[in-house]
C-alpha cells in the first residue's frame, strides 16, 4: 500500500511539473502521415524513418515473403534453437556495410548497447562517456563493473585530462554517439581517435542516428570523417532508425564479436528477431547502398529547414542533418507549442526530462528524405509561426554548447 501511495504522488508530481508522458494512438498512412483514433490526421514531423524504407514496398515483400514460407516467431534464443540463415546473411551485409571485420545481431539498439558494455567493460576497467550519451549506453555502463566517468558533452580537451588521471586503470573505453539523438550534434571522432591511441583505449560509437545520415553513402560516422575501421573502433548501429526496421548489432573485430558471442547476456537469454524482420532489414540495406540519392535528398530538405529558420534566427548545429532540436527550455512553455501544432495537424514531439535535463525541454524536429518538398516547407512555416505565437520572439541560438 505505501508503494502504491507513493507512485501515485510521483504522477502527480508530473502533473504539476508538466513533465506528464501520453502516448498518442496513432495508424500510419505512409511514411510522414499518420490518423488518430478519432480521424485527426498529423503530418509527423520527428520520424526516425530517415529515409522512409519502412513503407517500401520491397521492404514489406521481403518480410512478408519470408514469414509465409517460415513462420512469424523465432521460437528461442540462436544458441538453444538455431539460427535462421538471414542472421548470418545479414551480419555479413552489415559488417560490410560498416566496413568492419563482424557484426553480431542484438534484437534492439537498446540491447546492442547494454549487451556490449556489460559484457566488455570490467572491474578495473574504466568507460569514460559524453554527458549526452543514450539511456542504453548509461544502462550498460551501469551494469558494467567498470568505473564510469562521464565527461562534458563533446569536450576533448577534459577528457583528456580525464584519460591522464585514469593512466593506471586497465582498459579504458571511449564511449559516444556519432549522431547525438536529442542535438543532432556530430562527435569529435578524429580527435576521440586520437586520444584513444594515445592512450590506448577503445572508442565505442553508437552510430544509431547515423547510419543512413552521415557519409555521402550513409555508412556513418566513421565515412562522414573518412577514417577506416581498426579493433580499436567498435560501432554499435540498429535497423530500427534510417533501415526502418528492427534489431540492434556491433560492429568489430572477430575477435570481439566471438566475445560477446560466448558472453553477452542480452544475446545469449533473448528469443531471436523473427526471421521475416531480417529479410526486411537486409532489403532494407539494399536499397540504401543501391540509392545513395535518398541520402542526398535528405540533407537537400534539411538544409531548407535551416534556411528557414535561419532568417527568424534561429541556428542549428551546423553539422546536424536529420534531427533538428528546436530548444525552447521551459516545459509548460514547450507543450503549449506541441499541443497548438497537433491541433493545426502537426505532430511534433516535445522532448523534456528526463529525457534531457530539466529546463531544457525541445521539440525534435526530423528530417526524412521523403517529405515532399512543398509540404515540408509550408509545415516548417506553420512551426515557425506557431513558435512566435506562443513564444512572443524566436527562442534564438539552438547550439547546446
Ligand atoms: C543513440 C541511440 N542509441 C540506441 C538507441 C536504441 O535503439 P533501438 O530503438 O533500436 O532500441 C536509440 C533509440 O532511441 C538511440 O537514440
Redesign the pocket.
Known sequence: MHRQTHWQSEIEKCHRMNLTRNIPVLRFLDVTHGVTEVGHRLFVACT?DYLGLRFHPEVIESAQKCMCGGGFGSSGARLTTGAHPLANQLERELADFKRSEAALIFN??????VGLISTVGRSGDVIFSDEKN?A??IDGCKLSHAKVVVYPHRDVGRLRELLDEHRSMQSCFIIT?GV??MDGTVAPLPELLQLAETFDAHIII?D??SLGVLGEGGHGTLEYFNILPNPRIIQ?G????ALGS???FVCGSKCLIQYLYQRSRPFICSTMLPASILAASSKALQILQGQPERVRRLKQLSEMAKSIFSKCGMVFPPEAVAILPIIIGDETTTMKIFENLYQQGIYLAAIRYPSVPLGHARLRLSVCSEYVEDEWRDTLSCIVNTIKAVVGNFPGSVPTE
Do not use: P, Q, R, W
Not at 238 to 241: D, F, G, L
Open positions: 526516425n534492439t539498439g537498446y540491447m546492442a548497447n543514450h542504453s549506453i554517439e547525438f539523438s553508437d544509431a542516428h554499435v540498429t535497423c530500427s532508425k528492427l534489431g540492434g
